[in-house]
């Protein structure tokens, strides 16, 4: 979907302060790679610094395996850094040490994927390390100084050192994996005490301090509220909270409001603050009831809404309170109270080409064209976008930049292309919409003018009334006049050429949660790719023709 603010707006910190140069990174990323050391011999021909990790890697049998072939990234420590961990666990040697542990502690400096600092985000790193967590990066700013962090734990002194293997990234101290679960992470936290008394009595205590073995069903993501919060909110203990919500006498019975906000503060999966600003919205445990999400002044707000004419202001997720990893998820720290309320339908402005399989590409997503090759029908390379597999139409296209007419203005840069109608290609294309909220809606077709073709479009099974013509171009008029025959600009250029926006009609929404909208060719010549930029859900109530989309993403209301 499109946001207010683009997904990696807090990298501009970084631009500013000269940590990532784009090109001139790249070009010394280039100029420092050596072929004929790997990961391993690289840490022996410098045992000032690195002798002791080395020690580590030789105990634990990993010196060969970092020596062969292979794509890695290693974050490094010092000799000092290792010194103090060895402190912190109070072992004299590393001999010493229990073997089990030292080769976890490996594995949570590795990754098998080639990751240089311009693909760092201020939040998790795409691919999880070796030992099956994911990393967390940031920068800290010191006496002036700027440097990236790794979990909060750790400061790279030196970064992006290509090896034959990989990349090396120097760290001043040790990473440790998460030991305990959500719920054991909370509870180790004193400030928390009233939200853990509440998870207890309601049951969410057990349900956060598993660790399912199915890794689809492991990732949790809560947002706790602290004794302060709650305290602001006049609860100022765990009696005052359930006198305030567990109307039955029973927290643990899922009709209790007690219970019902402790679910509310749960959401399935696992979402980094840098993570939850892509969505406007995230299903929680409380069967149909979601916490809308907003990005502001690089702050993550949620349940913030305008209601009856009434101003609600949301709740800040405290960032350094934030992103606390755990054996089965993560959580975040709210800055003051919330619960469930009555949730208008709320517009969705939907980036179709926005979708974890290339969100999680850094290299790619927003930098560079990608494609999702299909090889079977069985094939789903992308969950949320299935279409017909022909052998014409195997590959789903990620789009990325381009100067030209059917280029210039798409929204982020981006867009989604396909075979589509005709023989031989694609007949039918089908995709999960993020969360909206139940509601009705107009539904509008973003598309780019190419594809010479017709097609139905169904929501959640229920035809449209209007069919898009991909080949047709909007008409000139003004904003109201167009309104009025089911066209809008979408796009801030005046003049935008082939960028259209297709009122197809409106849509009941029933349930809360991700819907499916599907395009079905009906008649025309394959003259083109079909080719989508946006998808918008906007309340029948709401403002149609605004805002407009600018190319970086950020949204125009000038004009009405």
Known sequence: MKKQTSILRLISIILMTGLVLAACKKTEYELATSTDRNISSYLSERPDSFSLFKEILDITGSSAYLDAYGAYTFFAVTNDGVKHWMD??????????????????????????????????????????????????????VNGVSSYTVNRQASIIQSNIRVGNGIVHVINRMLTPAARTIAQEIEANPDYSVFVQAMKETGFYDVLNRVETDT??????????????????????????????????????????????VAYHIVNGLYFLGDLINYNAQLTLLPEEVITIKHQNQQVVINEMEFNGTFE???????????????????????????????RPQALYWDVAMFPEIMNQPAYYRRASYSFLRSLATDRPVASIDWEWTNNARTLNYSYGGTGTPDIYKVNGDKITLDFGGPNRATWVEMKTPTIIKGRYKVWVCYIQQFAGV???????????????FNEVMP?????????????????????NRFNSRLVGIVDIATTGTQTIRFNWVSGTAAGNFQLDMIHFIPIDDVQVLPRFATDGSMSYVGY
């Open 313 to 343: 202001k949301g709740v800040t997720l405290i960032r350094t309170g934030s992103d606390n990893s755990a054996t089965n998820g993560v959580w975040h720290s709210a800055s003051s109270h919330t619960m469930a309320k009555f949730r």
């Open 476 to 496: 000139a008029g003004t904003m109201a006049e167009r309104e009025s025959i089911g066209w809008k600009n979408y796009v801030t250029a005046s003049n935008p």
């Open 455 to 469: 097609t139905n479009v169904l929501v959640n099974g229920v035809a449209m009334t209007r069919q898009v013509n």
């Open 216 to 261: 689809t069903k492991r990732w949790r993501t809560v947002i706790a509220e602290s004794n302060r919060a709650l305290a602001d909110s006049g609860y100022s203990s765990y009696a005052a909270l359930k006198a305030k919500y567990s109307q039955t006498g029973n927290p643990a019975n899922p009709k209790d409001s007690l219970n019902m906000y």
């Open 88 to 141: 912190s666990v109070g072992v004299s040697s590393l001999a010493a040490a229990d073997v089990n542990t030292l080769k976890n502690l490996v594995r949570f400096h590795l990754m098998e994927d080639t990751i240089n600092t311009s693909q760092f985000t201020d939040g998790k790193l795409k691919t999880a390390t070796m030992y099956g967590q994911f990393l967390i990066t940031g920068v800290e700013f």
